[in-house]
């Protein structure tokens, strides 16, 4: 049997253990509640196996072109294949393919939406965002077959907004 010493130990050895696990687990919970790109990340299923990940976040002060030229320089700088571009309308849609045996493949694609965060959906008031602020949406559509982690997409897209945000690329 062990000694009451060697219990209470024991339990001051649980219970510090047990803090520092709670400890632990509470910066990613407030990251994820105060990084606008987490909070705003879904997932959904799409037809036949297919997923879509989305995700948006208004982008202060910055101008629709600025951020249609920092996401275009960032797209193409990390090897997606610019399929379709309007500016005007602060489009863009970009793939990334996966060759399989015989020539065949599948491709992601991902659609970038640039749009006023002041007139949500269209031009419709929704008195989200302010006024000259622009929100940039993501939604990454992934086929069956193709699988990609949920945790590691929403890094991506939240290190992506990061960098279109803070313009690293040197384009304005």
């Known amino acids: ?9 024991l339990r001051n050895s649980l219970a510090i253990g047990v803090a520092c696990l709670v400890f632990a687990t509470i910066p990613a919970t407030v990251r994820a509640d105060t990084v606008p790109c987490e909070k705003n990340f879904t997932v959904k299923d799409g037809l036949f196996d297919k ?14 072109m600025m951020i249609y030229r920092r996401t275009y320089a960032y797209l193409v700088k990390d090897g997606w294949v610019i399929n379709l571009t309007d500016k005007e309308n602060g489009i863009i849609s970009a793939s990334q393919a996966e060759e399989l045996s015989g020539g065949a493949g599948r491709a ?5 939406l640039i749009e006023n965060a002041g007139n949500y959906f269209g031009g419709l008031p929704s008195g989200r965002g302010l006024p000259g602020e622009y929100r940039l949406t993501m ?11 949920e945790d590691m997409v929403r890094k991506t ?8 945000k803070g313009g690293t690329y040197g384009v304005n």
């Not at 992601?108 to 970038?112: M, T």
């Not at 897209?157 to 279109?164: G, K, N, S, T, V």
């Open 108 to 112: 992601a694609n991902l659609n970038i």
């Open 51 to 64: 997923k879509i990940y989305k995700t948006w976040q208004n982008l202060g002060a910055l101008t629709q």
């Open 139 to 149: 939604a990454l559509s992934v086929p069956g077959g193709l699988h990609a982690h």
């Open 1 to 9: 049997m062990r000694s009451l010493s060697e219990m209470n130990r």
């Open 157 to 164: 897209f939240c290190d992506a907004l990061e960098e279109i």
